[in-house]
């Protein structure tokens, strides 16, 4: 990853971009929404922002995450990372988050599979993981749409901050068929999801 740069990626009306000092405002707002905050359990001043967009980059290049601001047009209106990023195993953890004006409008899933695509057809990762609590009823409908599988509702490990437990969905290059074949990740077979 560090002898490379940090790709652009083009999803629809969509860009997927590495962050900027300029995302600053924008990404604090974002963390001001409830529900970013509370499925993330966090907030986000404007000085936290920009030492967490330093991080991000940073992730890059010590070659253990990738994260990417989602926008339309000039605007942001999400994020989709790759969290603990292991190249030698060919793992990773995928997350994201949608500002609340831009919801409903698939951004998540339609990103969630062209960040997959990549990681598996350009990174040579072979398992991607996405983990979320039980009552997050949105990124189980994430999961599904973008063909990642079920493998686990750990009822043994609790989700502290926003209750219910932690759901594990898998996306790997040697599964079944997507829930939905227009958000098939591409040249993959999945299987169906949360």
Not at 69 to 96: K, M
Not at 133 to 152: D, M, Q
Request: glycine share 8%.
């Amino acid at each position: 990853m560090a002898s490379r740069t940090q790709p652009v990626l083009y999803v629809d009306e969509l860009t997927l971009r590495p962050w900027t000092v300029a995302d600053v405002p924008a990404l604090s707002a974002a963390y001001a929404d409830p529900a970013i905050r509370h499925w993330h359990s966090r907030s986000m001043t404007w000085s936290e922002a920009g030492l967490w967009v330093s991080a991000a980059n940073r992730g890059w290049t010590d070659e253990i995450a990738a994260n990417w601001a989602v926008a339309d047009t000039e605007r942001l209106v999400g994020r989709i990372s790759l969290r603990t990023v292991d190249l030698e195993d060919g793992l990773a953890e995928i997350g994201y988050w949608v500002v609340p004006s831009a919801r409903g409008r698939g951004i998540a899933p339609r990103t969630l599979v062209a960040v997959s695509n990549w990681a598996i057809d350009e990174l040579g990762l072979h398992r991607l993981e996405l983990q979320h609590s039980t009552r997050n009823e949105p990124s189980c409908r994430v999961a599904e749409k973008a063909g990642y599988s079920l493998e686990a509702r750990n009822g043994a490990r609790p989700c502290m901050m926003t209750g219910g437990t932690i759901c594990t969905c898998t996306c790997e290059s040697t599964t079944v068929t997507p829930h939905e074949p227009s958000m098939a990740v591409r040249g993959h077979r999945l299987q169906r999801g949360c």
